[in-house]
């Protein structure tokens, strides 16, 4: 397979040059009500939807933009911890918790958006569960570990990891301080360290070539997926891509070593340029960014209140 990547500068000019990354529409919408506690949310593909999970992960409920109407999808503990949306919309891939004599035990489930109804891709297990995604046809799904990539059919209720035919897909995630990227069908692996320290939150460019991940104790960083061409955006977590693959959003959070004392959304363009504050708020917490399909919104929550706000952008 052939890799190419976009040459990136960083030279003084192009750094204070760049347009900034967006421009704030007035004030944020509130979408959620004094009653509700809720965190991380995710977009539908369509944009219509917000999934969203309750204090400590627990459920996964459904937000609808911008009416903010909200359904019920799971209760379970720790459900909201890695949410992933199907291609179509349809489906919800996640992993679920249950606890037996003070031992915590993970599967990975899919949840049907309409119906409400789940079925398990995996047994309940105590060992460690990587965070699972979909092919780009939603028919298969893939749980990528250290050493290997075990693949399920994500259409079959009973449990299966015998795919009848997997797809052409390229899997990129990290493990450690590696970037590894896995080749299907052939399941060839590839790993590549980029820069120097334990990789958090890698989060692959809507166009498959870049990938943004925080670097354990350090900065937030941007790489092609084979880690070269690095831009170090300085101190950030959680990003999130915009549909054009040239934008990220964060946050920039501080702390005392037991709570948060500040954290805002920021914006800035893949290159390291025009870096934005979309927030800029002293009392509240505000945290774990996604931007809409469409490049038109940012949506996060507030970590103390509990609320789901969505802030215009261009």
Known sequence: MKFTFPILLLSLSRLFSGSLAVEVEGPPLELTGEETYFIAPRWSPDGATLAVTGRNYRGIYLLSFPEGDVTPISEEPAAGLAIRWSPAGDRILSIVSRYENRRRYNAVAVFDVNS????LLTDFQTD???????SRDGKQIFLAGSKDILLFDSERKEKTTDPSSPSSETIVTSHKEEIIIY??????RMAFEA?????????????????????MGGHLWVTGIDGKNAVDLGIGYRPSWSPGSDRITYMITSDDGHQYLSSDIYAVNADGSGKVNITKTEKQLEMSPTWSPDGKWIAYHTLNEGKILVQEVR
Do not use: Q
Request: charged content about 30%; hydrophobic content about 30%.
């Open 116 to 119: 409400g109804r789940k079925h």
């Open 128 to 134: 460690p569960t990587g965070a699972p995604s979909w």
């Open 183 to 188: 080749e299907l069908p052939e399941k060839r």
């Open 195 to 215: 820069v120097k320290g334990g990789k958090l939150n890698l989060t692959v460019s809507p166009d498959g070539k870049s990938v943004a991940f925080e670097i």
